[in-house]
């Protein structure tokens, strides 16, 4: 089978009438450049399908790259990235830019200038510049999806959310509870939707009405599921259960509860979403839905070593599998709704 020529510099800079030297800084992510070449550098390197060849006197390391430091989500997935990359003897950096969504502009470009030899993004999504930059300097990466929602053939690793949301509402339902609520996460969110269109199928099937006002929009933050669900107590007629997007909403059910006199799980079941450690750490331990956050770092390492070898894989979505842990904040409710 013939292999596809690989296109050159010298060729580039024919198309382009560039010098090799111009076409090599902005590879390198030299600031010495106009914006205009560097714009039409980028586009020949873009549509030439221009692949850099792999280093093999750099020193070698993984970099990781977040929108915040900081959370039990996010070490749990850094601490996953460096265990696996330590087998295969790399070492791991961390960067912090952009918003949730994606990373800065900024980021972009120093990564270029520091050549990692494969990224891994806590991120919805990368900006197409960005990605066919990456792509043109060989550098693979990978989406660690905390959203839910990455664009078509972005490398990416998630968890089963719908599923997730489902798990965690039978089990509520299967203890006796009918009046159900949900407090998700941000409304353009992917996960977030998700996760609540798992809670109303499962309540469809069991042939469970949902009140409008049992369905919150939070911001996977302590304070915001504290404040929906002191709302929801407040109602005439308020839920048996909460069933919280994250764990850290669903401490903050806690709180509500607590400063309203609720008694969880005796008044109050209380389900949340990750299994991050503080879920053990909670007063009740928090019944919830586990995602294999470490596993889903193992995988994204994986999928980046494997694409040094091979550029296209062939598989570039992975979704790993959630499961409900019961531990002490769900029990029957108190009286048959």
């Not at 259960?241 to 903050?252: K, P, S, T, V």
Request: hydrophobic share 45%; charged share 20%; proline share 6%.
């Amino acid at each position: 089978m013939a292999q596809t020529k690989r296109v050159t510099l010298n060729e580039i800079a024919a198309q382009t009438g560039v010098s090799v030297t111009t076409i090599s800084k902005v590879l390198n992510g030299a600031a010495d450049v106009s914006s205009a070449t560097r714009e039409l550098v980028e586009d020949h390197l873009r549509t030439s399908g221009y692949r850099r060849r792999r280093s093999t006197q750099r020193r070698e390391y993984i970099e990781v790259v977040l929108h915040a430091l900081g959370g039990d989500w996010a070490l749990a997935v850094i601490e996953g990235v460096r265990e696996s990359a330590a087998r295969v003897g790399m070492a791991v950096s961390l960067s912090v830019s952009g918003d949730r969504h994606s990373p800065g502009r900024e980021w972009l470009d120093a990564v270029i200038r520091r050549r990692p030899t494969g990224i891994i993004l806590l991120f919805a999504d990368v900006p197409a510049e960005g990605r066919e930059a990456l792509k043109a300097r060989g550098i693979p990466f990978v989406i660690i999806d905390p959203a839910g929602d990455p664009a078509p053939g972005i490398p990416a690793v998630g968890s089963a959310n719908w599923s997730g949301g489902v798990a965690a509402t039978r089990h509520l339902l299967e203890l006796g509870h009918r009046r159900i609520a949900a407090i998700t996460g941000p409304e353009q969110v992917m996960c977030s939707l998700a996760r609540l269109d798992g809670y109303r199928a499962a309540m469809m099937s069991a042939g469970v009405a949902v009140e409008p006002e049992w369905i919150r929009f939070g911001d996977f933050q302590r304070d915001g599921g504290e404040r929906h669900a002191a709302a929801l107590l407040r109602l005439t007629d308020p839920p048996t259960a909460i069933f919280a997007g994250n764990d850290l909403q669903a401490l903050g059910v806690l709180h509500a509860a607590a400063a309203a006199g609720v008694a969880v799980p005796r008044e109050l079941s209380v389900v949340g979403f990750d299994d991050l450690p503080i879920a053990q750490l909670a007063s009740p331990r928090l019944t919830t839905i586990r995602q294999p956050l470490r596993e889903m770092a193992e995988h994204a390492t994986r999928l980046v070593l494997e694409s040094l070898e091979n550029p296209q894989p062939k598989v570039t979505r992975v979704e790993l599998a959630t499961s409900l842990v019961v531990r002490d904040s769900t029990a029957a409710p108190a009286q048959s709704a």
